[in-house]
């Protein structure tokens, strides 16, 4: 088991509100998702894509590889995210805070896991 167990399930905790969020997606993530051109019919894959990161931040909790992974993937997906907004030019907040933000986060849930691990 992970100790403290905290930080993961405060990352699934955000990954529930932003699938959430994206279930019929709200105006800004309407906004970023038609800035950055992401397909509208690859929508719906967002709910359940951060819904599974959640449970496997949940997950890992006690199943400490599973963490690595799941903490690893989100660290990839805001990477792809980051680059996204770069080559669209969408060079504003939701690059600059919401991306880079949790990627930050990521980052240091993965580097977390490992050291507790």
């Given at each position: 088991m992970i100790e403290p167990w905290?930080?993961?399930?405060?990352?699934?905790?955000?990954?529930?509100?932003?699938?959430?969020?994206?279930?019929?997606?709200?105006?800004?993530?309407?906004t970023c998702l038609t800035n950055v051109g992401?397909?509208?019919?690859?929508?719906?894959l967002l709910t359940p894509l951060k819904l599974s990161?959640?449970?496997?931040?949940?997950?890992?909790?006690?199943?400490?590889?599973?963490?690595?992974?799941?903490?690893?993937?989100?660290?990839?997906y805001f990477l792809v995210a980051i680059g996204a907004h770069i080559n669209a030019r969408d060079i504003g907040r939701d690059l600059l805070v919401n991306a880079t933000g949790m990627l930050a986060i990521c980052v240091g849930a993965f580097v977390f896991v490992l050291q507790a691990w």
């Open positions: 905290w930080p993961l399930a405060a990352l699934a905790a955000v990954q529930v509100v932003d699938a959430a969020l994206c279930w019929k997606p709200v105006e800004f993530i309407r992401y397909p509208r019919r690859f929508w719906p990161a959640a449970a496997g931040l949940v997950i890992g909790i006690w199943v400490p590889w599973l963490a690595a992974l799941t903490s690893m993937a989100l660290v990839g």
